[in-house]
């Protein structure tokens, strides 16, 4: 059974800094692309960041290039994103994704990937 499941949310002014992780089980990594998206109250869903697990290939949205970093953790099966400077427009709902699309910019194009987790919350107080 594949399982995604987010950590790391909580409550920080702007300019602060968090850090999410997803850990992830059930399917083989290296398979799969893995991606941050979120979702603001009454918006639809955006891929912020995407990671090829097997080799890192990553792929940013524009409003997040320079101030979030995703990364992978293989040995313990974990995709992490940093971020930094935060702002009060990044308060959302974020969701770790698993997809068997290749190509990082692809999964977060579109969200419609294969496995979700279950979101955290991100909220950025001004």
């Known amino acids: 059974e594949v399982q995604l499941v987010e950590s790391g949310g909580g409550l920080v002014q702007a300019g602060g800094s968090l850090r999410l992780s997803c850990a992830a089980s059930?399917?083989?990594?290296?398979?799969?692309?893995i991606g941050w998206f979120r979702q603001a109250p009454g918006k639809g869903r955006e891929g912020v960041a995407c990671?090829?697990?097997?080799?890192?290939?990553?792929y940013y949205t524009d409003s997040v290039r320079g101030r979030f970093t995703i990364s992978s953790d293989n040995a313990k099966n974990t995709v992490y994103l940093q971020m930094h400077s935060l702002k009060p427009e990044d308060t959302a709902i974020y969701y770790c994704?698993?997809?068997?699309?290749?190509?990082?910019?692809?999964?977060?194009?579109?969200?419609?990937?294969?496995?979700w987790g279950q979101g955290t919350q991100v909220t950025v107080s001004s």
């Open positions: 059930g399917f083989t990594f290296t398979d799969y692309t």
């Open positions: 994704v698993a997809d068997r699309i290749y190509y990082p910019w692809r999964v977060c194009a579109r969200p419609s990937s294969d496995y």
């Open positions: 990671i090829r697990f097997g080799d890192g290939t990553t």
